[in-house]
């Protein structure tokens, strides 16, 4: 079955810390991967995403994420921690192929940075 | 650019009743999408629509909820009779389709459904 997992529920940072939200994903083939955010009563919004090329891809508000495929991760990374970035990270898969597109969600993490 | 709109904000209900979500995707948006997220879990994905046709329901409870996009513009999802665990924020999203993967789903800013 296709599934992406977070493994952590929260993640705890001081403000100017490096971050990391690990996620993890079982898809078949070469899936395309997502990071989207979500602050309190809000939508979501997407960050930044993986189709092919460098493992390294950049998106918003300064966050990262690395792809490595042969531990079928998505970790998603930024260097120095704002309190701002405090809100609900989720990591998604895109199954490729076939005549749809959709989005597999993770549980999300919750991301506390403190000043 | 005007986003994804939806209503109503939030919708209290007892159990059994019946209730409708109604969602605007940002224009040009070929593609709709209906999402439940539950407390504490992921959104999970109900519905997509192409234009106004159905690409994807296996995940749509089909005895209770049902969700059109007649003009191949706006939708509602209703639910009825509603079930204390369809307690859930109804997210709405849209996105291009280009025939290929993109990736970018807009998102509204959800429905808060509390079942009593």
């Known amino acids: 079955a296709q599934s992406v997992a977070q493994p952590e529920d929260q993640v705890n940072v001081a403000e100017g810390n490096p971050l990391t939200v690990k996620c993890t994903y079982s898809v078949s083939g070469n899936p395309y991967l997502f990071w989207y955010v979500q602050y309190p009563n809000r939508g979501l919004q997407f960050l930044l995403k993986?189709?092919?090329?460098?493992?390294l891809v950049k998106g918003s508000y300064g966050f990262e994420a690395e792809f490595n495929k042969s531990q079928t991760s998505f970790h998603l990374k930024k260097p120095s921690a704002l309190v701002s970035d405090s809100a609900l990270y989720f990591c998604a898969v895109s199954p490729t192929g076939g005549s749809s597109y959709k989005l597999i969600f993770g549980s999300g993490t919750r991301l506390l940075v403190r000043p | 650019e005007a986003g994804v709109a939806q209503s109503p904000r939030y919708k209290i209900i007892e159990k059994r009743q019946s209730v409708a979500f109604w969602c605007n995707p940002i224009?040009?948006?070929?593609?709709l999408y209906w999402y439940q997220q539950i407390l504490g879990q992921g959104p999970k994905l109900l519905i997509q629509f192409q234009n106004n046709g159905v690409v994807d329901d296996s995940q749509l409870p089909k005895d209770r909820f049902s969700a059109e996009r007649l003009k191949g513009v706006d939708s509602t999802l209703k639910i009825q009779p509603a079930k204390l665990e369809d307690s859930a924020v109804y997210l709405c999203?849209?996105?291009?389709?280009?025939?290929?993967?993109?990736?970018?789903?807009?998102f509204g800013e959800g429905s808060r459904l509390t079942v009593l």
């Open positions: 224009s040009g948006h070929a593609t």
């Open positions: 993986y189709i092919t090329g460098d493992n």
């Open positions: 999203a849209s996105s291009f389709w280009t025939g290929a993967n993109t990736g970018e789903l807009f």
